[in-house]
């Protein structure tokens, strides 16, 4: 039977509803999902009335990764993270850049089960400091990630996520509270291009958990990728970084990735210079920490003091290549560095 299989496991988060029918809680899509049906991500089920996920522990890539690669650029700043995913996702981007991945539904025999404890094992045998589920959509480990964090926080292992930051709040306080010390969110852009390109997802939700993630205490980096033809005007990239300001404030991160051609987009790689234009505005705009991703060795992926201008971390391609900070204050100036982890 399919609920023997180690794989799937009672879903913490959903309401029953008459009929049978489930409401998913997990992320704010909120399904509506019939008995013996999926919702859209494909990865919950409902069996007689109950909701199961299929993907507790489907193992589809497993990598001890610098954080840098994230990217996390002021927590934990050059440890590494045992990182990990399953298949699926609940958007729907054509420029996905890990698709393969993300556009699978969960059935694949590709998959290996890796027990909570397991996993843990695994990150400490390669002597990793943390523990990352990254490469699609982790929101859909949910459970998984719970137990794995936990067993992970008596090891002393952090626990983070890299993701599109459409979780429902439950979901991201009981993170939180299993052990999930940081979240980076993907800000794909604004209103019009969720609707168009995310089957009506919802841009707000992404602000607002970003925001409640920072009252919680969680570390947040923000990561907008810049893609040719769809959200690189300069208007557009100017009131990402004004809504960035306004609502996490100026301390924290905001990444802006270069685009290269993937899945079903295929356009040029976003050019240098809306790159450079958007680092250069989110800068004299007063964001502190902004950087470019996705082109190894610019000068644009070090981190700078906010206050004198001091390189104060060289990294190259996601390496670190020096440092100068005096633990975490600026070695010229000696201001404090605020979201150093
Ligand atoms: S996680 Fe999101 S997309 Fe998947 S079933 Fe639940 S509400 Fe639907």
């Known amino acids: 039977m399919l609920r023997d299989l180690p794989t799937v496991r009672g879903a913490i988060l959903y309401e029953s509803l008459k009929g049978g029918n489930v409401r998913c809680g997990l992320c704010e899509r909120r399904c509506l999902i019939h008995p013996g049906e999926r919702g859209f991500c494909q990865t919950r089920l409902n069996i007689e009335g109950r909701l199961y996920t299929l993907v507790y522990g489907a193992i589809s890539a497993l990598e001890s990764r610098p954080i840098e690669i994230?990217?996390?650029?002021?927590?934990?700043?050059?440890?590494?993270?045992?990182?990990?995913?399953?298949?699926?996702?609940?958007?729907?981007?054509?420029?996905?850049q890990n698709w393969h991945l993300s556009r699978k539904a969960p059935e694949t025999k590709e998959a290996r089960y890796i027990t909570p404890e397991g996993m843990v094992a695994l990150a400490r045998e390669h002597g990793d400091q943390g523990l990352c589920v990254s490469f699609q959509e982790p929101t859909l480990l949910f459970e998984y990630a719970l137990d794995v964090f936990k067993l992970g926080r008596e090891y002393k292992l952090y626990g983070c996520?890299?993701?599109?930051?459409?979780?429902?709040?439950?979901?991201?306080?009981?993170?939180?509270?299993?052990?999930?010390?940081?979240i980076n969110i993907d800000i794909k852009g604004d209103e019009e291009l969720y609707r168009v390109y995310l089957k009506g997802a919802k841009e707000e939700v992404i602000w607002r958990n970003a925001q409640a993630a920072k009252e919680m205490g969680l570390h947040v980096e923000m990561i907008h990728l810049i893609v040719t033809g769809l959200n690189d005007k300069k208007d557009k990239i100017e009131r990402l970084i004004k809504k960035h300001l306004g609502t996490l404030g100026p301390e924290t991160p905001l990444h802006f990735t270069r685009y290269f051609p993937a899945y079903d987009y295929h356009q040029?790689?976003?050019?240098?210079?809306?790159?450079?234009?958007?680092?250069?505005?989110?800068?004299?705009?007063?964001?502190?920490?902004?950087?470019?991703?996705?082109?190894?060795?610019?000068?644009?992926?070090?981190?700078?003091?906010?206050?004198?201008?001091t390189l104060l971390i060289e990294r190259s391609g996601?390496?670190?290549?020096?440092?100068w900070l005096k633990g975490k204050q600026c070695p010229r100036c000696q201001r404090e560095l605020e979201t150093i982890v």
Not at 281 to 292: F, S
Request: proline content about 7%; glycine content about 10%; overall charge positive.
């Open 70 to 96: 994230k990217p996390f650029f002021h927590f934990y700043p050059g440890s590494s993270a045992l990182t990990f995913s399953t298949w699926s996702c609940n958007l729907t981007c054509p420029w996905c």
């Open 161 to 182: 996520f890299v993701s599109n930051g459409y979780l429902t709040l439950d979901a991201l306080k009981m993170l939180k509270e299993a052990g999930m010390g940081a």
């Open 268 to 309: 040029q790689p976003t050019s240098i210079g809306i790159m450079e234009f958007a680092y250069e505005t989110a800068r004299d705009a007063g964001i502190y920490y902004p950087y470019l991703g996705n082109i190894p060795g610019h000068r644009y992926e070090n981190t700078y003091c906010p206050s004198c201008g």
């Open 318 to 323: 996601y390496q670190i290549r020096g440092k």
